[in-house]
Structures are given as structure tokens and as C-alpha cells.
């Protein structure tokens, strides 16, 4: 189960972290990543990190701006915006699958197997 958090109001350039925390034990083992769905739109990829932490990506729109990282001690990868834009309003959602070993970008929805509910990140200008 992912459980998000962190979620808000945010004036644009402004930042905000938002969390997402499981309690399984194989956390290590998932490549984890962030994706959003704003009203109306598909959801779609915003940032993902592998399994060890040591790769990560990011959509076009967001580079440059937001990062992400995990501790896999603590089960916890966050998701680091920074210069928020009032067009990024949306619900963000925490996503995982298995991955073992490697590090590649996995961008599609439907390549990933848990999700959370979501926390909503309202813009404003």
C-alpha cells in the first residue's frame, strides 16, 4: 500500500516536497515513480527513480525544476517541486513496480502495478 502526503495550496514559484511511503518490506526491490492527473486529462509521467536510487528521469516539462529521491530504509521516496506552475495543478499520485536490477526509464502507466490515492497540489497565482 503507497500512501501519499504533502499535498497542497501553492503560490506559483513556489515549492513543495511530497512524500510517499509504504510499508512493505521489499521497497528496495520497486522502482518507484511520480505521476499526476489533472482534471478532465490523462494521467501522465512526471518523475521516476530505479530501485537503488541511482537513476532518475524526468518529463520535459518538469526538468530542471523538480527532483526525486528515496531512502529505502524508511520506505519513503519523495518528490522535490521547485518554480511550481499554475498549470501543474493536479492530483499526484505514487507509483511502483518490481525491478530487481538496472536502470531505465519506465513511463507508462500501465507498466506499473501499485498505486496510491493521491494528494492534490492546487496552484495558485
Known amino acids: 500500500q503507497l500512501v501519499e502526503s504533502g499535498g497542497g495550496l501553492v503560490h506559483t514559484g513556489e515549492s513543495l516536497r511530497l512524500s510517499c511511503t509504504t510499508s512493505?518490506?521489499?521497497?528496495?526491490?520497486?522502482?518507484m515513480a511520480w505521476f499526476r492527473q489533472a482534471q478532465d486529462q490523462d494521467r501522465e509521467f512526471v518523475s521516476g527513480i530505479n530501485w537503488s536510487g541511482e537513476f532518475t528521469y524526468h518529463a520535459d516539462s518538469v526538468k530542471g525544476r523538480f527532483a526525486i529521491f528515496r531512502d529505502n530504509a524508511k520506505n519513503t521516496v519523495w518528490l522535490q517541486m521547485n518554480s511550481l506552475k499554475p498549470g501543474e495543478t493536479a492530483v499526484y499520485f505514487c507509483?511502483?513496480?518490481?525491478?530487481?536490477?538496472?536502470?531505465?526509464?519506465?513511463?507508462?502507466?500501465?507498466?506499473?502495478?501499485?498505486w496510491g490515492q493521491g494528494t492534490q497540489v492546487t496552484g495558485s497565482s
Open positions: 512493505g518490506r521489499t521497497f528496495s526491490s520497486h522502482a
Open positions: 507509483a511502483a513496480r518490481v525491478e530487481l536490477q538496472g536502470s531505465r526509464p519506465i513511463l507508462r502507466v500501465e507498466d506499473y502495478d501499485s
